[in-house]
């Protein structure tokens, strides 16, 4: 078979066999420059590993956990594990990984509240991955905030529920 551009190799995805797909991603990928965008169209066709090794290249670009969301899905734990860590070395809030929740593992998250912890983040930027983390990873949130200062009040927690009657005055 002829070199195909990225798109052609785009467009023959869904009917090529898995050996060719990959032998022409790879020859591919030596001649033309890539971005992040491309593996998009290519990923649903791909191996979880590929994509993975191919997504991590750009986790030390400047791209927010934002833009890694839609090949979530596409790759390997091991390689978003990763991927995760490198973003939260680079400065990006936790409430930015809401996204890529759903498709992290329990390790993952374990490592975000390692790396993020202590930086005085409020547990309130936690709020969206909170369904997926362990309880002690939780706890050690509020500690480590409370410990360093950290108040949650004026926050709006408990606020006019604390007295567990919502907003209606007591009889």
Do not use: C
């Amino acid at each position: 078979m002829p070199e195909m551009t990225k798109e052609e190799l785009a467009d023959f995805a869904p009917i090529l066999p898995q050996e060719q797909f990959q032998k022409n991603f790879e020859e591919n990928q030596s001649r033309e420059p890539w971005n992040l965008s491309d593996l998009f169209a290519l990923a649903p066709f791909m191996e979880e590993e590929d994509v993975g090794r191919f997504a991590l290249k750009f986790a030390d670009s400047g791209h927010a956990p934002s833009e890694f969301v839609g090949l979530a899905p596409f790759m390997d734990e091991k390689s978003l594990g990763e991927i995760v860590n490198r973003l939260t070395e680079s400065g990006h809030a936790p409430s930015e990984f809401a996204g890529l929740a759903p498709f992290m593992d329990e390790e993952s998250f374990g490592k975000i509240v390692d790396r993020l912890s202590g930086r005085g983040y409020a547990p309130s930027e936690f709020v969206a991955l909170a369904p997926f983390m362990r309880e002690e990873d939780l706890e050690r949130l509020v500690r480590d905030y409370l410990a360093g200062g950290g108040s949650f009040a004026g926050a709006g927690v408990g606020g006019a529920f604390s007295r567990g009657r919502g907003d209606k005055k007591s009889v």
